[in-house]
């Protein structure tokens, strides 16, 4: 069972539920099928600060995907024709990497987890209050926000270049999936320091799991299956605490 934290806070919080700082105005993307959504979402996001843009269905995304470039998509997931999962494989296919929030009216864990695989940073359930989705677009924002401030972040052999979306060991191109990604971004970001399970989930997927489920356990084997090589061993479990990656090839 997921559980979904709801935050309330009154809308006379400017300085909680307003844009992010950054030079410019961040643009977020909503598509949805229902008009009325829509434009509840694009009126609240205008209100907090943000530029929207909207599309009615997953064919036209596609299309305005062409030429714009959002800081942030919001997706609905039951559209018809082409859903919002289906949409958002397509968008990452092409290798648009774009923070995407889910939008859903069912709040299975299957449909939950198969967002979070297809590269989506974070799932909300209809119905939601404005208060909870602006926080959690603020959250998505400060997140890339600060890992776009350094391109690229090195552990040991471990190279990551958050602009290519590229990681190397040595001279070797690793492949990651989107959340694989993430996930080292983070460890990286806060190389040498322990974080614990639940810091992993609030700030690489952006909502609480029970705190027996163990998806950051599976995508932490993951990540040593790839990256644990020719020395390196680097990624490391701090037992009844958490995680940290550390250059182990100084200590060898």
């Known amino acids: 069972m997921l559980t979904v934290k709801y935050i309330h806070f009154g809308f006379s919080r400017p300085d909680t539920l307003g844009n992010v700082a950054r030079a ?28 929207t843009m909207a599309a009615k269905d997953g064919e036209s995304a596609l299309v305005a995907l062409r030429t714009a470039k959002p800081d942030l998509l919001i997706l609905d997931v039951n559209m018809p024709f082409l859903n919002g999962f289906e949409l958002l494989a397509q968008i990452r296919s ?11 009216a069912r709040g299975d864990r299957s449909d939950v987890t198969q967002g979070l695989r297809l590269g989506a940073d974070d ?5 939601f209050g404005l208060e909870e989705l602006l926080l959690r677009v603020n959250a ?24 290519q979306h590229e990681v190397f060991v040595h001279d070797a191109l690793i492949e990651l999936s989107p959340t694989e990604f993430r996930l080292l971004e983070y460890l990286m970001a806060n190389q040498s320091r322990v974080v614990t399970k639940t810091q992993i989930l609030d700030d690489v997927w952006g909502i609480d799991f029970e705190s027996n489920t163990s ?38």
């Open 123 to 127: 799932y909300v359930t209809k119905p």
């Open 140 to 163: 998505i924002l400060r997140r890339t926000q600060f890992l776009d401030a350094d391109a690229v972040i090195t552990c040991g052999p471990v190279t990551l270049d958050v602009n």
């Open 215 to 252: 998806i950051v356990d599976t995508y932490i084997s993951y990540l040593r299956r790839k990256l644990h090589r020719d020395g390196f061993e680097g990624i490391t479990t701090v037992r009844g605490v958490g995680y940290r990656i550390v250059d182990s090839t100084s200590h060898s």
């Open 24 to 51: 410019h105005k961040s643009l977020v993307f909503v598509v949805d099928d229902e008009e009325g959504v829509r434009d509840l979402l694009c009126d609240a996001l205008s209100i907090a600060g943000f530029e």
């Open 94 to 104: 092409k290798g648009n990497l774009t923070p995407a929030l889910m939008l859903s």
